[in-house]
């Protein structure tokens, strides 16, 4: 059974120019065991999405559809009870390590604060449990970090840090949102192997790991659903999608990488541009950029959701087609 | 294709035994010991960068790219070494060869928002650099204008627009007609495209090498993106904590690279080819502070070949038999394996 299920979630913002949807009819599932890559470009949704797993959407936000966690719908829960969840069973890292560190006090008492409250632990039981975790995500002599500041540590090592806290709970759910971004490519491959081995081992909790780096979806996750202008436009097996893409924006993505197999200059490109969201037309919003685009692709309908195989889907009329 | 017996005619720029320390603001334990205490951000590198090709810089964070993309520029003074623009020194520079270097050798930065004036319109912005070398009359700058935007692919009706109303990978793309209207012969581009999505960076990638193509010109191109550099380059350096630690083809690098941070930095970018699985292992340790840097070769406490040696002793860069240079005692006899 998932261990998360999201259906039809729809997420839009009240603003001065009108509501505008930042998320449109999104579903998916996170199993037990599994890292599922959520990717896409900047204003994809990508984050707001994340964001409403957690109920950290800001007020204005409208939030439609269902979160099922464990029986219940996230999306129905108050500030209490969402409180209740967030840390203990759905955790969360975010691109900038600082988000979740305050710098006026040593991670040692951040981290053991972190444990007494979720956990009930007393401070010595506290303490020792922080020092294990600190070792259990690579960092050398953890006593001695523990009096550490934030400040005092490398980018890398504040993620550590980030990480530590977010799994003290043991979590359900991981939800990493950049997790890598503004990390150096060695250090990107510590964390990214720490998550793996942390918490997909031994089927100890899912992670949802959002990105707009295809190569760290391709070495990290096990499924991936790619979104577009609010929505998810394919979704399958990593070594599926990344073999055989199906939807034309998956297929000008994974071109458009550059690497030493193609000639300077002969990048593929994708014409145009993601629309605004304001101005997002009936039917598949990628059409207007298609290479593939039929007229049918702009009615209201389109595009479909075709399901190809077991866990493979993909939104794009031309596989409707029998 | 041998680089090591190139005629001095054949680089446009020339970096020899670059070196820069930056001091460091004193804590107050530094003030009551009188301590002064300096980051070598530099040190003792030499870089040659040939007639119309694209050379590489990569590098982690700290390795000090950027730092000598801005000392190639002549925009940092190095604490020792020379840089030579057409072989002549740019130190020794008058003031009308100061302008015209400033001419020839331009920059596009990584964020081009910061470097854009929000408040004035880009059609000036292109225009300034003409201008200020007073470039032709005022009506053929303002044809130029139309014409350099038009080459990075905008409609030259923009020229009346302001930043603000651009995307990120338009605003690149007036970046670049910044840079070309001066028609340099060497443009510095640091981070070109590391803020920009995949299929907007492909674009601006695409954009650069026409460019670099119909103008021949040779362009540093730092970064710390390996597959933009496998796809972009034709020769890298490696840098790692201020040194140049391997330089060679970029063809040749990627298939074999020599220098074992090299190795290590390549098997950690994560590859989107199908059947791409994650390096076995880790790379070992975290760059070190360029504040504390490691005695001998400042990659040893991460390198998995180190020796008793490489604690005491920095390897030199050496020529090997192959055309490569590295600078590792596994590769001191210059045997290229």
Redesign the interface.
Same mark, same amino acid.
């Given at each position: 059974m998932a261990l998360l299920q999201i259906n039809d979630l729809t997420v839009s913002f009240e603003t001065g120019a009108g509501c505008v949807e930042a998320v449109s009819a999104v579903s998916f599932h996170l199993a037990n065991g599994e890292i599922l890559g959520l990717v896409g470009e900047s204003g994809c949704g990508k984050s707001t999405v994340a964001y409403s797993l957690l109920g950290l959407l800001p007020p204005h936000a409208r939030v439609g559809g269902s979160i099922k966690f464990d029986a219940v719908d996230i999306a129905k829960l108050d500030e209490r009870a969402l409180r209740k969840l967030r840390g203990n069973r759905i955790a969360m890292i975010f691109q900038d390590p600082m988000t979740a560190l305050d710098p006026s006090f040593r991670i040692g008492s951040q981290l053991v604060e972190t444990l007494r409250l979720h956990l009930n632990l007393d401070g010595v039981t506290a303490a020792k449990r922080a020092v294990e975790l600190l070792r259990s995500v690579g960092i050398s002599s953890p006593e001695l970090r523990m009096q550490a500041y934030p400040h005092e540590l490398s980018g890398g090592m504040r993620q550590r840090v980030a990480l530590a806290i977010a799994i003290s709970c043991n979590p359900d759910v991981l939800i990493a949102d950049e997790p890598t971004t503004g990390l150096d490519v060695t250090i990107q491959a510590q964390v990214l192997q720490l998550i793996r081995v942390l918490l997909t081992k031994e089927k100890r909790s899912g992670v949802l790991l959002i990105t707009h780096d295809l190569g760290v979806i391709a070495n990290y996750c096990d499924r991936v659903a790619v979104m577009y202008a609010g929505k998810i436009v394919e979704t399958g097996a990593v070594s599926d999608i990344f073999g055989d893409p199906k939807h034309p924006y998956t297929q000008g993505l994974l071109a458009a990488i550059p690497d030493g197999t193609i000639a300077r200059g002969a990048l593929r490109t994708i014409p145009g541009r993601v629309p605004a969201l304001t101005d997002r037309g009936a039917g598949c919003r990628f059409a207007p950029r298609c290479p593939m685009a039929l007229p049918v692709c702009l009615q209201p309908d389109s595009p479909p959701w075709v399901g190809l195989s077991q866990q493979r889907e993909v939104a794009c009329v031309q596989y409707a087609i029998t | 294709m041998s680089n090591t017996q190139s005629p001095e005619s054949a680089f446009i720029l020339r970096g020899e035994d670059l070196t820069h320390r930056f001091p460091v603001s004193r804590t107050f334990s530094d003030i009551l010991s009188g301590t002064r205490r300096a980051v070598t951000g530099v040190s003792g590198v030499n870089i040659a960068v040939k007639r119309g090709e694209?050379f590489a810089v990569v590098g982690?964070?700290g390795s000090g790219k950027s730092t000598l993309g801005r000392i190639l520029l002549g925009l940092v003074k190095p604490t020792l070494g020379r840089v030579f623009h057409e072989g002549k020194n740019i130190a020794d520079f008058t003031a009308s060869e100061r302008m015209t270097f400033r001419q020839k050798a331009q920059v596009v930065y990584q964020d081009p928002f910061s470097a854009l004036n929000p408040s004035m319109r880009i059609g000036r912005q292109i225009r300034e650099p003409l201008d200020v070398h007073r470039i032709g009359t005022p009506s053929q700058r303002n044809a130029a204008v139309a014409a350099l935007l038009e080459q990075v692919g905008l409609d030259p009706a923009l020229a009346r627009v302001r930043p603000e109303e651009l995307?990120g990978?338009m605003r690149q793309r007036v970046g670049i007609a910044m840079a070309l209207a001066s028609s340099p012969d060497i443009i510095v581009a640091d981070e070109p495209t590391s803020a920009l999505? $995949?299929? $907007?960076?492909?674009?601006i990638?695409?954009v650069l090498?026409?460019l670099q193509?119909q103008r021949k010109l040779a362009m540093v191109f730092i970064t #710390?993106d390996?597959?933009?550099v !496998? #796809?972009?380059a034709d020769r890298v350096a490696v840098m790692y904590l201020g040194r140049i630690i391997e330089q060679d083809d970029?063809?040749k690098l990627?298939a074999e690279p020599k220098h074992p941070y090299s190795r290590?930095?390549l098997s950690?970018?994560?590859? #989107? /080819?199908?059947?791409? /699985?994650? $390096?076995p292992e880790?790379?070992r340790g975290?760059?070190a !502070?360029p504040l504390s840097p490691p005695t001998g070769c400042a990659f040893h406490p991460r390198c998995p070949h180190a020796m008793e040696r490489c604690r005491v002793e920095a390897p030199m860069l050496r020529d090997q038999s192959d055309g490569a240079k590295v600078a590792c005692f596994l590769f001191d006899d210059g045997a290229g394996q």
């Open positions: - | 694209v982690e964070s995307s990978g999505d $995949v299929s $907007v960076q492909a674009q990638l695409n090498a026409k193509q #710390h390996l597959g933009v !496998s #796809h972009f970029v063809r990627f290590m930095l950690a970018v994560p590859s #989107h /080819r199908p059947g791409a /699985r994650p $390096v880790a790379p975290e760059p !502070s």
